[in-house]
C-alpha cells in the first residue's frame, strides 16, 4: 500500500541554523501536505503542495513537490525556538485530492532547537 | 481560529468504563470526518471514516464494536470507546474537511486518553 517514508528521524539544531527534512514514496501523490504537531496538540497544516515541481513557502518555511511526484522536502530557515516539534509530511490516500479523503503521515521529524 | 473542535481534551477513566469524545466541525458542513490514534513518539494512523448518515468505515483491525462512531449531524461525530482497557490508552485526533471542497482538512486538537 501507499507509505510515506520521512527523513531524518529526529534533528538537534542551534538556533539560526536551516533545516532540511523529506518524505518520499514508491507511490504517486497528487498532494503533499506538510503539518507541524506540538506536543499534546493536533497538526497544523503549515504548507500544500498541488504540482509537481510546485514551491512554496510560507514565512520562513519553504516545500517543494518533487516532479517525480514521489517526493517533497521542507525547509525552514533561520530556526528559533519555537519551531520545536514535529513535522509531519502527508498525502491523501487513494491519490484524490478532496476533503473527504483520509490522509497517509509519514513518522515525522522532531525537530529540537536550542538558544 | 479552531474550526475543528474537539472534547474533552483530556480524559481520565478507570477501566471497564466507556468514554465518548466529539469532533464539531465549527463553520462548515463535513459528510465526512476521520479518527485517527496516535501513540507516544508513533505518528497519526486512520482508525475509521465517519460518514454522516451511514456507518462508519473502519481500517483493518480496528474494532468496531469497540470503538462505536456516530456521525448524526453535518458537524459533528463521536468516537465512543467501549469498555475501556489500558491499551486503549492513546492521542485520539479528529479531523474534518469542507464539504466539496480540494483544500486539506483541519484536524481538532486531540484527546489524550488515559486508562487506569
Known amino acids: 500500500g501507499q507509505q510515506l517514508n520521512q527523513s531524518p528521524q529526529s534533528m538537534f539544531i542551534q538556533e539560526g541554523e536551516d533545516v532540511s527534512m523529506n518524505c518520499t514514496s514508491s507511490?504517486?501523490?497528487?498532494?503533499w501536505l506538510w503539518y507541524k504537531q506540538d506536543p499534546g496538540e493536533g497538526p497544523v497544516l503549515l504548507i500544500a503542495?498541488?504540482?509537481?515541481?510546485e514551491l512554496t513557502s510560507n514565512g520562513r518555511l519553504t516545500a517543494q513537490f518533487g516532479i517525480t511526484r514521489k517526493d517533497s522536502f521542507l525547509n525552514i530557515s533561520a530556526s528559533i525556538p519555537s519551531d520545536v516539534g514535529i513535522y509531519f509530511c502527508?498525502?491523501?490516500?487513494?491519490?484524490?485530492?478532496?476533503?473527504?479523503?483520509?490522509?497517509?503521515f509519514g513518522k515525522g521529524t522532531t525537530l529540537s532547537v536550542s538558544s | 481560529g479552531a474550526v475543528v473542535s474537539q472534547h474533552p481534551s483530556w480524559v481520565i477513566c478507570k477501566s471497564g468504563t466507556s468514554v465518548k469524545i466529539e469532533c464539531r466541525s465549527l463553520?462548515?458542513?463535513?459528510?465526512?470526518m476521520f479518527w485517527y490514534r496516535q501513540f507516544p513518539k508513533q505518528s497519526l494512523m486512520l482508525m475509521a471514516t465517519s460518514n454522516e448518515g451511514s456507518k462508519a468505515t473502519y481500517e483493518q483491525g480496528v474494532e468496531k464494536d469497540k470503538f462505536l462512531i456516530n456521525h448524526a449531524s453535518l458537524t459533528l461525530s463521536t468516537l465512543t470507546v467501549t469498555s475501556a482497557h489500558p491499551e486503549d490508552s492513546s492521542f485520539y485526533i479528529c479531523s474534518a474537511g469542507r464539504q466539496g471542497s480540494s483544500q486539506p482538512q483541519h484536524f481538532g486538537d486531540g484527546t489524550r486518553l488515559s486508562i487506569l
Open positions: 507511490s504517486i501523490f497528487n498532494t
Open positions: 503542495l498541488y504540482k509537481a515541481g
Open positions: 463553520d462548515f458542513q463535513a459528510t465526512t
Open positions: 502527508a498525502g491523501p490516500r487513494g491519490n484524490l485530492n478532496q476533503a473527504g479523503t483520509a490522509l497517509i
